[in-house]
């Protein structure tokens, strides 16, 4: 599931990934959108492994940048963060890529790669679409339109349908999730339905078996 998807790097194997995680419309947003990146930041830090290097810092207000020493480890990342964003009105854009190259040794903040540019660039191309909430350099169509569907059900749950699904996710039980929301195992299975996150754990699995992740 979700909270186990960290793949071990062979030794010397010189590929590393990153995401730049950005608010749609934020100059109208309101100040707790980025108490909700604050939040966003330490659940994604927790889900980090020790075989993992991991670095996140806001370079520009409302962006989130994140760099990881596994290939493709980000795009799961930014599943996970979309599961925890509350603000529908003010949709989290997610661009990623993996490239070949080192995992800066000094300040991970001074490194410049020209792929941060292209990232950068293609979340410019989905700023403002209404159907899309991810991006990537020459990404392929069959992961945009997996991605797309994604978006879909991300923008359209309730917030217990998102707390359902973030518990989901996680692979425990439909009793316990009911037991954890203090509703009736009725409700939650009705809630799973819903929203779609069997869809949802669908794609995921779709994406992980073409980037082929563990």
């Not at 003010?90 to 993996?98: A, E, Y």
Request: aromatic share 10%; charged share 25%.
């Amino acid at each position: 599931m979700l909270y186990n998807t960290a793949i071990l790097l062979k030794e010397r194997v010189l590929i590393i990934s990153m995401l730049i995680l950005d608010v749609s419309n934020s100059t109208k947003a309101p100040p707790e959108i980025y108490n909700h990146l604050s939040h966003i930041e330490r659940k994604l830090r927790d889900l980090n492994s020790d075989e993992n290097k991991l670095y996140m810092n806001y370079r520009m207000g409302e962006e989130l940048f994140i760099l990881s020493s596994q290939p493709h480890y980000t795009i799961l990342l930014s599943f996970y963060a979309k599961s925890l964003w509350p603000a529908s009105d003010f949709p989290l854009k997610c661009s990623f890529h993996t490239v070949d190259d080192s995992y800066p040794e000094y300040n991970p903040d001074r490194w410049n790669h020209p792929s941060i540019k292209a990232v950068r660039e293609s979340l410019q191309t989905i700023k403002k679409s209404k159907v899309q909430d991810f991006s990537s350099p020459d990404m392929p169509k069959g992961i945009e339109i997996a991605l797309m569907y994604a978006t879909d059900i991300f923008r359209t749950v309730t917030p217990l349908q998102q707390e359902v699904m973030q518990y989901y996710l996680t692979g425990i039980t439909q009793k316990e999730i009911a037991r954890l929301t203090k509703r009736s195992v009725s409700t939650i299975s009705k809630h799973v339905h819903v929203s779609r996150v069997k869809q949802l754990t669908e794609i995921i699995d779709y994406v992980s078996e073409q980037y082929e992740l563990n």
